[in-house]
């Protein structure tokens, strides 16, 4: 009887890390019914998981064709990325979310894991560009940032006092002179070939973008409007109506941003939770064997719970993981000063008793100073997070660490931390791609290393430095060193 609470416990753990994902997930069998739900679909829905228990997902799809669709490419396919649908929640209000899914198969049976993200967000910055763009055409009608008339040659016969404020040119600058003169070389070719096809009456390039050259250097996006002026029916000159659409692509680039870093956490989220559970899975299935066996070995089966445990953990710790990338990139955390011979003394307590089952050693070099640095709770996270990485990665007997505190003065005062280990050591391939979430999720080979990159970001918004050398020059084999830049308080 212990033995089934022991693994009614390991559920319980498995749909902790179900319930603290950021996203909505569901595993349904291949009809759509509803097997498995987590916290975050019920909030995103307005369901609970026994409202919706053995219906189908149709439910909350605002269009059954969607459900037929998202059902046929996953049977067919055995994947869905990115598929984006409006959802209905119980209370009648819709939203629009992304879903990706797979067939998987447990137990020699196929099922369908899907993931929903809320992109409502994302949807409602793609209106606001829109009409942003919206707003600049009507605008258009009634006045512009640039009035300017273009004679045969191109040469500007007229320009207006507005293009004149804004671009810094007087109108001995600009009369009489080529346009071509105030563009980029790199947008030169494409705009005269779309003002010579205007002057041979192709409507087709009345309206385009380019970019224009100030007096001071600034290079700026315009929308450009061309209309031909004509006099008995032949062409005489291009009347040119051009605005500065610098805000449309601060907010396309910064839409664009969003749009791939969401993908990528996505990405890197899905593969490594999916790769979790699949294990978390087949130990459950081990213990179901041993318990359903006629003589039971305990030992085996507390093996098999120990690794059930060690799993859960590791996906509480990415999904927290994921949720405090996602507060740094856009929450502005408090400040405050932080006391950092305190700071290394609670992270080395907690980390040795952690692993107290490990032959660790851990010396601290204060060299008599008391630093202070303006920074948070997270910086507790950060020497954790290297402390833990040099002992977990590390096949000597008895793992050495050594943190040296100093003073460094660049462009100013600076706490210089050390980590120094006796581990397996980081090749100079896999320095480069540490702290850099594209090129880990690039590499696919090193994803569940997402607490490195949060440990950049965290440094990052100290406006410290963070990077790795080798213990010995020359020999990564040897041990790493870690070392950070943290700006000191002045006394």
Not at 21 to 45: A, F, H, Q, Y
Not at 194 to 219: A, I, P
Not at 333 to 358: C, G, H, V
Request: hydrophobic fraction near 40%; charge should be positive.
């Amino acid at each position: 009887m212990k033995i089934e609470q022991e693994l009614f416990k390991n559920f319980h753990y498995y749909k902790k890390v179900f319930d603290i994902t950021p996203c909505g997930m569901i595993i349904s069998d291949l009809r759509g019914n509803i097997l498995v739900m987590n916290l975050k679909m019920e909030i995103l829905t307005g369901y609970t998981f026994q409202e919706l228990k053995n219906t189908t997902f149709l439910k909350f799809f605002e269009k059954s064709e969607d459900f037929r669709h998202v059902l046929t490419l996953l049977r067919e396919q055995g994947a869905i990325e990115n598929y984006e649908m409006q959802l209905r929640r119980k209370e009648g209000s819709k939203f629009c979310a992304a879903l990706n899914g797979k067939l998987i198969n447990i137990g020699n049976k196929d099922f369908l894991n899907l993931v929903f993200n809320d992109i409502s967000d994302k949807k409602q910055l793609e209106d606001k560009v829109e009409n942003f763009e919206k707003k600049y055409k009507i605008f258009a009608k009634h006045g512009v940032d640039f009035l300017v008339i273009l004679d045969l040659k191109g040469r500007i016969k007229y320009i207006n006092e507005k293009g004149l404020e804004l671009s810094g040119y007087t109108k001995e600058d600009v009369l009489n002179n080529p346009f071509s003169k105030f563009l980029p070389m790199h947008h030169l070719k494409i705009t005269l070939r779309k003002f010579r096809k205007r002057l041979k009456g192709n409507s087709s390039e009345f309206h385009y973008q380019t970019v224009s050259k100030y007096k001071d250097g600034k290079q700026i996006p315009l929308e450009v409007i061309s209309v031909p002026i004509k006099k008995n029916n032949k062409i005489k000159e291009i009347l040119v109506f051009a605005w500065d659409i610098t805000p449309i692509k601060i907010l396309e680039a910064n839409l664009k941003e969003v749009i791939q870093k969401t993908n990528l956490y996505k990405d890197i989220f899905v593969h490594d939770i999916n790769n979790l559970l699949q294990g978390i899975y087949l130990g459950l299935q081990l213990c179901d064997t041993y318990l359903n066996a006629n003589s039971i070995d305990r030992n085996i089966l507390k093996k098999n719970i120990f690794v059930l445990k060690k799993q859960v953990k590791q996906g509480i710790k990415l999904s927290t993981n994921v949720n405090k990338i996602s507060e740094l990139e856009n929450i502005s955390l408090e400040l405050k000063p932080i006391a950092l011979n305190r700071m290394l003394r609670k992270s080395i307590k907690t980390i040795k008793k952690r692993f107290q089952d490990k032959n660790v050693n851990i010396t601290l070099n204060l060299n008599n100073l008391k630093l202070y640095v303006i920074a948070n709770k997270l910086l507790e996270d950060v020497f954790k997070n290297i402390l833990t990485n040099a002992i977990v990665h590390n096949d000597s007997e008895v793992k050495e660490i050594i943190i040296n505190l100093s003073r460094e003065v660049k462009e100013r005062e600076y706490a210089k931390i050390e980590f120094i280990d006796n581990g397996r050591g980081i090749g100079d391939e896999r320095k480069e791609m540490i702290f850099s979430i594209e090129k880990m999720h690039e590499s696919k080979s090193f994803r569940m290393g997402i607490g490195l990159y949060l440990t950049k970001l965290i440094i990052n918004s100290y406006k410290g430095k963070i990077w790795i050398e080798n213990r010995i020059t020359g020999d990564h084999s040897k041990g790493s060193k870690f070392l950070i830049l943290l700006p000191v308080i002045p006394n």
